[in-house]
Each structure stands twice: as structure tokens, then as C-alpha cells.
């Protein structure tokens, strides 16, 4: 998380350790593999150094395959989750100064931006992901559609910054990206507390159709790739 109202350390261990069950976790960690296999893959080559921002648990980061894999994360815990071979940074979104410019290929982050507290906290953080993004290089980001969530999306104490995939497109062309692909309705809200146990073929299954998408999908997909020059970056 950014900005001067983001939970300390203490806080973010506490929040995360208390919202997903392992029942939760292992639906989460089957989720994740077969996302990465099915769709997410095709967006990361495999010499490519990718990042994960807002890791958490690690489910994408350890399911990708890449030359370099990095976790980006406030949690300590997120230490505890990450494979052998994934490199984590403990440091905030905007901050992420271990990297260095134009050294990354993908940046990947999923239900990370609706816990930013503010739109000037997601503007620093998408102007730091640019900074470190390679020219032609790619951010992809999922997180839920508050055009599709007026309710529920306020049932998670962090949550702070609603977006629909109109206004997430919207601030990525204002930071220096072309957006690439965009995907209102993706992917179901979530797997907590799900009334089954998520199994391959489901995702498999539901991948393969999108039309269903348009009833299911809660969670909206944004690819903007960054242009070759910066100079049409708000603030540059």
C-alpha cells in the first residue's frame, strides 16, 4: 500500500491473516495456477522480469514462469509465501526504488489498487510502475469493477479507491501507457468462502467461454503497454 494513511506493517500482517481461511488459500493457490496457464502466461515471455505488485500471498508470482520474478509487497508475511526463486521487496508502491528504470517487462497486480487510499495514491504508483516498466513493456491489472460491485466491495474493511475499468483505463493513458486490452467483466468477485472446492477444470471451463463472463464476471482486466516516450505522461 502508499500514502500517509496506509496501515503499518502490524496492521497489514493482522488484516490478511484474519480474511482468508486455508480452505480459502488452497482454492486460491488452484485459482492462480490455472489463470497463469490459461490466460496470463501469453503476456510474459519466458526471458521477461516481471513483477507482482501487491503480491500477498504469492498464488501468480509462483505460478509464472520467468528469467526474474519479484514480489512487491508491505506484508512481511509475503516472504513466507514466495518460492524459491521469487525475489521479494518489502516497500511501497510508489517507492519501489530498489528497481531501476526501464528494468522491468511486466508488471502484474491483482486486488491491489482498490486498497489505495486516495487517486493521487494510484497515479504515484502508476507513474512509478512506468518509470520502472521497459519502453513497449506491459502492466496488467485486475481488480474489481465497482460498476458490477455497488455492494459487496465495501465489505472488506481495506478497501478504499473505487474504479471501473473506464476510469483504471483512463488513469494508465494518463501515466504514460496504451492501453492494450480492456475487459470490463473477467472474473468472478471472489473465491472466499466459496460453497465448493475450486477445481481445474472449473477454470479451465470457465476461460474457454467468455460470453459467461458477461454474467459472472465482477472483476475487470486493463492491459496498457508503455509507449516508447514519456512525454505525453501527465506531469511529464
Known amino acids: 500500500m502508499t ?40 503476456f510474459i515471455p519466458l526471458d521477461a522480469t516481471v513483477v507482482d505488485l501487491g503480491a500477498g500471498n504469492c498464488e501468480f508470482i509462483n505460478s509464472v514462469s520467468a528469467k526474474r520474478r519479484l514480489a512487491v509487497d508491505l506484508n512481511p508475511d509475503c516472504t513466507k509465501h514466495a518460492d524459491s526463486g521469487v525475489e521479494v521487496l518489502t516497500t511501497r508502491s510508489d517507492k519501489m526504488t530498489e528497481l531501476a528504470d526501464g528494468s522491468v517487462d511486466t508488471i ?72 492494450v486490452e480492456q475487459i470490463g467483466r473477467f472474473l468472478p468477485y471472489t473465491v472466499k468462502d466459496a460453497r465448493f472446492e475450486v477445481r481445474p477444470f472449473m477454470i479451465r471451463a470457465y476461460l474457454s467461454v467468455p460470453f459467461v ?11 496498457g503497454r508503455r509507449r516508447q516516450s514519456d512525454s505525453t505522461a501527465m506531469g511529464v
Open 3 to 42: 500514502g500517509q494513511e496506509a496501515p503499518d506493517n502490524d496492521d497489514v500482517e493482522a488484516i490478511y491473516r484474519n480474511r482468508f481461511s486455508e480452505r480459502d488459500l488452497a482454492n486460491k493457490r488452484i485459482l492462480w495456477a490455472e489463470l497463469v496457464a490459461g490466460f496470463f502466461q501469453r
Open 213 to 223: 463472463w458477461r454474467f459472472l464476471g465482477k472483476q475487470m482486466l486493463v492491459v
Open 108 to 179: 502484474f497486480t491483482s486486488n491491489f489498487f482498490e486498497h489505495l487510499q486516495t487517486k493521487g495514491d494510484l497515479m504515484s504508483t502508476l507513474h512509478e510502475c512506468r518509470r520502472v516498466t521497459s519502453p513497449g513493456g506491459l502492466i496488467i491489472v485486475m481488480m474489481p469493477n465497482i460498476r458490477w460491485l455497488p455492494g459487496r466491495y465495501w465489505d472488506y474493511l481495506d478497501h478504499h479507491l473505487p474504479l471501473t475499468d473506464v476510469s483504471m483505463a483512463e488513469a494508465l493513458e494518463l501515466s504514460g501507457y496504451e492501453v
